[in-house]
């Protein structure tokens, strides 16, 4: 097999690049020149690129492509590249650009989950509109950054005057209930969807706050941020899995109406569940998320479909690996 | 060896069945119907029987016979099929059904957990004795679902005549401190009991809560409720090792005065530790817990304990192949 | 190889047994005499020593010397045998007592970091210097018990007068953010330093105070507390990694000017991460921490280094058995 797997050194590179060498594929890191040493001291990657800036990953792409490699996009790839690179780049790409163009527009992202008739929060068109808490979520994949939370219009307003960004934001209603992160993987040749692993994200400042008693807060003048800087591993109640399952289902379905593949390889579903046991998605990613990272030996569910320890980027890994020996590689390529 | 591992399709089904297969039983997973195609994708499940409603599953009872089965329950099991299964079914189970009876009677499981020495919260008997804040529970295996706190005798009084249920419920002390689950396994046939992991539920919404600030608890009304959605992996200070150990060997011990076999095969301890570190017996689990869905390839603790990935799900199989090499099979079934 | 590898029953005893029994070694527990059966049922632990109390310790020395016995530190070790242990016994000890030193006199420790380049919490001199909340901590590994917060000048000083223990303690500036505890190992035979695993503490009362409502708090009259009982596995923000992995290798730098061979072995550095994605490091531990009994068969991190399960216990039996093979004993020995 004559294939290299590619990727940004960052997110979920580790991951991906242990998982391909232990699918047998050369395995190649394009590294922030001053992170060259940091992943040197992994010996699962064959070589590290160095760039520095990614705005200049295009340059290596001529090496990129002699190495025949295949790149694996994550959250840092697709925050770091931007979908110019993607519209622009000659590089087999396991994922579709189509869908991560969808997934990057929030109102785009909103119109897809609907039809997959998934629940999702209310989302306002207007701050007039805004009736109740909400929660203000930036465009594109950054964990979280600048997310914020808004009681009522008026701070609503006031926050965003002072929010220097004028980027692009959509404004959810605010679900009480607790975070969980299902990990997919679709896969294109065997038709079948796969539950690998369920997270929660672990955010600063947000998942501090509750150690702060509430006279405290005060105080401390507190105001939650939603950075995700790392994930716990846990597990879901195995009478929810069904409906997640069909979720996942649903909105591969609902893809295909966007792009010609639709969604494959791996994605995650994000969803807050209510008291009521009510499972809203807050969103979709649609490449391998950071969570993953929790079970780089394999998960729970993992374990239940594979004999050995199967990471999500393995699992990539062996779906090219498989793509390639029948001859197939082009239903999974974009 | 012509034994089936048989039970509910929920719960920790997944566990318990690819267990017992990879101790070599057969199994069947009695599933209802529109579950049917989840539970085909896992290839260690041989059989899946449909049922319209858990209540007609004595209907499934002598193809059940027919197959040698024999019927772990678990909490959706003792949810669904209640006690009335129990008592009428003819299936060999892996349990004692008097002991989950005590368990599903919130005054009779308290008495027990007092005779073994446990340290409890306070239970009130009257809502006129309660003088501090109290967390009402309904009877029975419901992962938290219908608990609620009264911060006095006035909200307490409020919030049950609101409630509509009728249900038996009982009154306890709110505890502040953290929970934590002891996952135990006791062996008749060793006469050993083994710390088999540790965890902590993750319930909505109150383990969201503490991720809203609490200016803004107030303006989204904040009720805690204590629905188990899933469960963090965690381990435990090995100084407080020893003392939950013998926590769970007197359990086992009392139980001995409340049916002939005791209570055997897996249990939880459910427990708050409080500042002065002093551990709260709050409930006690008669069967395998959902926590245990964590360490489906086995956990800090099993590890510890196995040459090899020993699920609660696989120390149950594992139990009664031995009870059958053994021909002690009667010793392990109710 | 005719070593044992020996430690105090508590803490992590059972990962660093069950590691130097996977390396090889024979293995010996001195336990508290009422913990020899708990610690029996462990088949990795060849020996158990009773004692009376861990201040008669020394009084097996003579045993534990012709047993050829390795001892290793851990957190509950260095609590209960303390330095005068330390500078008295003859026993070949796994780790730097000068450094554990340092550890131990949080001023010391603090000069120490600031050498390292750390970001540090402002620490205050004296009460009247506190211009902001605060949290007090006791000098030594006690897991946390005793520390509190503050939330201005006055309650410190009627907490502090309240506080009878007449202990060391510093006045540290309170950190909005998420703890995150990176577990490092550094080896003096191959001079690289790794990441093993990272985890986040569990501690009474404050991580139960976010599971309590605003309202309901004040109630309760809810104090938070922080002694560690337990610990979740995590993973960090892969982007952070190189960052992490440097302070860790300047930590270690700046320890060669604390003594000859600095610190080496496991290690932790304690961070809180606050909303603009800032670390800082608010203590370090110069031993195993309990966090790595989360990872008894191996972390994320140590698989993506080690080709089979690598728990801290085991890794640290794997140095010393290759100092052994390579006479080069003396330099990871105190």
Chains 1, 2, 3 share one sequence.
């Not at 997934?103 to 785009?108: K, L, P, Q």
């Not at 203000?136 to 009681?151: I, L, P, S």
Request: charged share 25%; proline share 4%; net charge positive.
């Amino acid at each position: 097999m004559n294939y290299t797997i590619a990727t940004i050194a960052s997110h979920s590179c580790l991951q991906i690049l242990k998982g391909a060498k232990d699918e047998g594929f050369a395995t190649v890191a394009i590294a922030s020149s001053k992170h060259v040493g940091f992943y040197k001291q992994y010996s699962f990657i064959d070589e590290i690129l160095p760039t520095q800036s990614y705005k200049e990953v295009s340059a290596l792409e001529k090496t990129l492509l002699k190495k025949n490699c295949i790149v694996v996009p994550h959250g840092s790839f697709v925050a770091y590249l931007g979908s110019d690179f993607d519209k622009k780049t000659k590089l087999p790409y396991f994922g579709s650009k189509k869908i991560l163009e969808v997934e990057g527009d929030r109102r785009a992202q909103q119109r897809w989950l609907e039809k997959a008739g998934m629940r999702l929060p209310k989302l306002y068109k207007s701050i007039s509109e805004v009736d109740r808490p909400v929660i203000v979520k930036m465009y594109g994949a950054r964990g979280g950054t600048g997310y914020f939370v808004a009681q009522d219009k008026n701070e609503l307003e006031k926050k965003l005057k002072a929010n220097k960004t004028r980027e692009d934001f959509v404004m959810q209603e605010y679900i009480v209930g607790i975070p969980i992160y299902i990990q997919f993987f679709y896969s294109p040749l065997s038709g079948k969807l796969e539950i690998m692993g369920v997270d929660r994200r672990y955010e600063t400042n947000v998942d501090g706050i509750g150690r702060i008693p509430a006279v405290l807060q005060e105080k401390l003048d507190v105001v939650p941020s939603y950075t995700v800087m790392g994930n716990f591993p846990i597990v879901l109640r195995e009478s929810l899995l069904p409906t997640v399952y069909a979720m996942g289902e649903r909105v591969v379905e609902a893809s295909k109406k966007l792009s010609t593949k639709g969604l494959y390889g791996p994605f995650c579903l994000e969803t807050i569940i209510s008291s009521d046991q009510k499972v809203y998605c807050i969103e979709i990613s649609c490449r391998i998320v950071a969570g993953t990272n929790c079970f780089i030996s394999g998960s729970p569910y993992s374990d239940l479909l594979f004999g050995e320890p199967m990471s999500m980027g393995r699992r990539i890994a062996r779906e090219i690996k498989e793509a390639i020996s029948k001859n197939r590689l082009e239903e999974i390529l974009d």
